[in-house]
T-cell receptor
C-alpha cells in the first residue's frame, strides 16, 4: 500500500535535547512538507522540499532543520533552539509542488517536551 | 501575506445540511482547498477550486467566488462521522505555491 509513514507516534524529550522525526513516503512524490499544529490551530509550514537535495524554509523554520537526501525521506530535527516544541507534527507529500495538487498527510508525531 | 477567516465552531443535526464559510486575503490567489481532520488524525483532502462556481463530490460540495475572495464547503445529509475539523487553505502564485491553512472549523454533528 502506498502512503506516508511517520515515526514515532508519540515522542517525549527533555529540554535541551535535539530530536529527529521520521517521514517516509512510497508514493513517488516530488514534494514533501513539514507542518506544525498546535491545539485548536491550523497547520503552519515549517520546511518544504520540491526535489531531492533541495529544501526551503517555511513560515516557522527557526529552531528546526531538515534534509532531503532521498526522494522517499524527509526527516525533521527539532533542535534545542526551538523555544516551544511541544506540538503535533505532520508530514505531507504531493506529486509536484504547487497549486491544486492534493497533499497527502502522514499520521503525525505528537512531541512533548518534559 | 495571507490570511483566512472561518468560523471556529459549527453544530448541526444529523441528516441536515451545513455550510462552512471561508474568506481569504492573499496576493496572487490561485485556488482554495478544503481538508478534513478527525481528532488526533491526519488531514485528508476534500476538494479544490480554482475557478468560480460549485464543485460537487458526493455529499460534499465546495464553492468559490474569486471576486468576493470567498468560498464555502457544503456538507449534505450529515452523518455522525462528519464530526471533525474542516480547514480551508489557499494556494498563491508566491514562492512555491504552498498551501496556507486557516485555523479550522470544528463541526459537531448531534443526533
Amino acid at each position: 500500500d502506498g502512503g506516508i509513514t511517520q515515526s514515532p507516534k508519540y515522542l517525549f524529550r527533555k529540554e535541551g535535547q535535539n530530536v529527529t522525526l521520521s517521514c517516509e513516503q512510497n508514493l513517488n512524490h516530488d514534494a514533501m512538507y513539514w507542518y506544525r499544529q498546535d491545539p485548536g490551530q491550523g497547520l503552519r509550514l515549517i520546511y518544504y522540499s520540491q526535489i531531492v537535495n533541495d529544501f526551503q524554509k517555511g513560515d516557522i523554520a527557526e529552531g528546526y532543520s531538515v534534509s532531503r537526501e532521498k526522494k522517499e525521506s524527509f526527516p525533521l530535527t527539532v533542535t534545542s533552539a526551538q523555544k516551544n516544541p511541544t506540538a503535533f507534527y505532520l508530514c505531507a507529500s504531493s506529486p509536484r509542488p504547487g497549486q491544486g495538487y492534493e497533499q497527502f498527510f502522514g499520521p503525525g508525531t505528537r512531541l512533548t517536551v518534559l | 501575506g495571507q490570511s483566512l477567516e472561518q468560523p471556529s465552531e459549527v453544530t448541526a443535526v444529523e441528516g441536515a445540511i451545513v455550510q462552512i464559510n471561508c474568506t481569504y486575503q492573499t496576493s496572487g490567489f490561485y485556488g482554495l482547498s478544503w481538508y478534513q481532520q478527525h481528532d488526533g488524525g491526519a488531514p485528508t483532502f476534500l476538494s479544490y477550486n480554482a475557478l468560480d462556481g460549485l464543485e460537487e463530490t458526493g455529499r460534499f460540495s465546495s464553492f468559490l467566488s474569486r471576486s468576493d475572495s470567498y468560498g464555502y464547503l457544503l456538507l449534505q445529509e450529515l452523518q455522525m462521522k462528519d464530526s471533525a475539523s474542516y480547514f480551508c487553505a489557499v494556494s498563491a502564485r508566491t514562492g512555491a505555491n504552498n498551501l496556507f491553512f486557516g485555523t479550522g472549523t470544528r463541526l459537531t454533528v448531534i443526533p
